[in-house]
């Protein structure tokens, strides 16, 4: 306070009670208690209810026999062996194969789509709109009926498979691969492996050292793959390939053998990672065009072609205003596996929410154990996104 | 979502309506019966294109109305999936569930439920296509098999596929129509669930004569009506509708012999239709409880004809569900 100026008179002293300080304080403890209060009487009062309904409670069913069978089984399961708590791995399981794999496939898509949505060419552009806008608008449940109904009446009946060649086989009841078996001496694959894969970080790292020194380009993606896959598959042949394949083979009912891929599977991969793509095509479209028409203008006045300067300059300085949505995208696709129940895919809402709920009658202990399954899945998945975003974000110097 | 629904009622209602033992007077105060019914299945419980409901589950619905409301037609029904059917019924959100539901030890117990009886004595059966020339289903060994969640016959499937060591590949849906659509797309070589409902889904397939129902019945399932635990008023009601409409039959008091059974000297029919004693006040009913039931619904058989049996178009034989009296296992208390 600039010292010429008359000297104000004290304020008088404010009661505590209209200290802002030991109010807000006050607030917040008050909200702390009711919030408390509210949980823990909510849960005296389900168990009371449960109690007094005769329903049983507790999680002691974890451990019983789950006495019913599950189609797909990433691990080892068995309907007179396995317990309800393997059953919840089971269902988790394939939900975190479904969600995987379709952020994989949708991101792909999303980014095609995304990109073709701006491109020059007219029909390109054209057709990726199209899409957008149709899958967009379009109910999800819907389109997995859809894909369910068309990947099951369009293919062929068991007794009629189509053979491709190579070994798969496919029909109504899914895809067959061929499915590797390893045999011994395969030591020396996988060290060789493990070798090229560090030679090739070992490679990138000088490449860049070097380029950042003289300038100089090193051919980093043909080394690379040369050391990745090419020295492996050198090892491989030089020990005598030491793999066998077990083929499918057309029983009386079923394919028996090789590795089964189920069309709920597909139609639920199918379904989710066009479904999400669109959505991601629109981020990826807002966050190219968020970069300032400038920056291509730029790239362009110093000689670099549409590719590169899309790859090198655009996209990561797009990456920034993408990355915070994406984030939303990927939760959604992994919340929205949970269709799969309309379609008979065994995931963790199907298996665990549906069946076990029904068998064991625990509505209120299985509710909220998925519940908060789901909770962490996209805890964890946000928090990886937040750590790669904030490796693209914009550092500040 | 009626399991969060359920999840909601438990948590936060002060007391659920199942423990306070009110049943009756609410149905009386709401002058309607909210009944869990299946809502998909031809002959036990399914609604026409004019919304009008039909089944044996149903008429037993209609038949406790009459009982309690003097109207047959004062029923809410509330398609059920199986399973979500238990939830309903606990959270209140039905008074009764009548949907061709599995007696067994747990759900009478753990669920805090009670079954009043045996409405239908029924079995597990297979559905295949004819063309796959099986002729047992001890040589579905590998086969796909579509099934309904929730319901004693996923437990049973692979429980049977288990004691016989055959490879099973179950493939599971949240309703039976879904997975009664898979099966017709060709996904899964068997169908399978209660004998009963399999005449009734085989209707539905596209082609109905290309299929045929294999011969093992390979479980028990006592189908039958279920209330909430602890509504001892209630579940006496409910139970004596089944009785009722089972004594009936045997009495042979049907809804077209009724005016003569009025007037029937024999004091069985008479201690039945009200014109002795006072079994209907008992229950908490009026004395003429069991003639409204039989005036407006009819006795069991007449149901079970109507419904299922092979003048209806499920041509279902009465079997296991004849009286005990006409070498069936049919069988009621008397009223007295």
Known sequence: MPSDLPAQPRPARVAFYNDPKVRSIAYQLILCAVVVFLVFGAARNAVDNLTRAQIASGFGFW??????????????????????????????????????????FATIIGFIVGISR???????????????????????????????????????????????????????????????????????????????????????????????????????????????????????????RPIGFEFPRVGRFNIAGGIEVLPEFVALLFGLSIYTAAFIAEVVR???????????????????????????????????????PLTSQYLNLTKNSTLAVAIGYPDLVQVFTGTVLNQTGQAVEVVAITMLVYLVISLVTSMLMNIYNSRVALVER | MKRLATLVALVFAVTLQGASAQTLKAVKDRGMLNCGANGTLAGFGLPDAQGKWTGLDVDFCRAIAAAVLNDANKVKFVPLSAKDR?????????????????????????????????????????????????????????????????????????????????????????????????????????????????????????????????????????LGPVVRHGDDQWYDIVKWTLFAMIDAEELNISSKTLDEAMKSPNPEIKRFVGTEGNYGEQLGLTKDWAVRIIKQVGNYGESFERNVGVSSPLKIERGLNKLWTKGGIQYAPPIR
């Open chain 1, 63 to 104: 451990n019983q026999t789950a006495g019913f069978d599950i189609s797909q089984t990433l691990i080892e399961y068995s309907p007179r062996a396995s317990t309800y708590g393997r059953a919840f791995w089971v269902g988790l399981l394939n939900t975190l194969l479904v969600a995987g794999i379709g952020i994989v």
């Open chain 1, 118 to 240: 701006l491109s020059t060419n007219w029909l390109l552009a054209k057709v990726a709109g199209g899409y957008v806008e149709i899958i967009r608008n379009l109910p999800l449940l819907l389109q997995l009926l859809f894909w369910y109904n068309a990947v099951l009446k369009a293919l062929p009946d068991i007794r009629e498979s189509i053979a491709i060649p190579g070994g798969v086989i496919l029909n109504n009841r899914g895809f067959f691969l061929p499915m590797p078996v390893l045999k011994g001496g395969l030591g020396a694959v996988e060290l060789s492996l493990l070798a090229g894969v560090v030679g090739a970080i070992a490679f990138h790292i000088w490449a860049r050292k070097r380029q950042e020194r003289t300038g100089q380009r090193a051919p980093v993606l043909a080394v690379t793959l040369l050391l990745v896959i090419g020295l492996p598959l050198a090892v491989f042949t030089l020990v005598g």
């Open chain 1, 286 to 324: 807002a966050g190219i065009l968020a970069v300032s028409r400038g920056q291509t203008e730029a790239a362009y006045s110093l000689g670099l072609r549409p590719g590169p300067a899309l790859r090198l300059i655009v996209i990561p300085q797009a990456m920034r205003v993408i990355i915070p």
């Open chain 2, 86 to 222: 238990f939830t309903a019924l606990q959270s209140g959100e039905v008074d009764v569930l009548a949907r061709n539901t599995t007696w067994t030890s747990s759900r009478d117990t753990s669920l805090g439920l009670n079954f009043v009886g045996v409405n239908y004595y029924d079995g597990q059966g297979f559905m295949v296509r004819k063309s796959l020339k099986v002729n047992s289903a001890l040589e579905l060994n590998g086969a796909s098999v579509c099934v309904q969640q929730g319901t004693t016959t996923e437990l049973n499937l692979a429980d049977y596929f288990g004691a016989h060591k055959m490879q099973l590949k179950s493939v599971t849906f949240a309703t039976a129509n879904e997975a009664v659509k898979a099966y017709d797309a060709g996904r899964c070589d068997a169908y399978t669930t209660d004998a009963s409902a399999l005449y009734a889904e085989r209707l539905r397939v596209t082609n109905p004569e290309d299929h045929v129902i294999l011969p093992e019945i390979i479980s028990k399932e006592p």
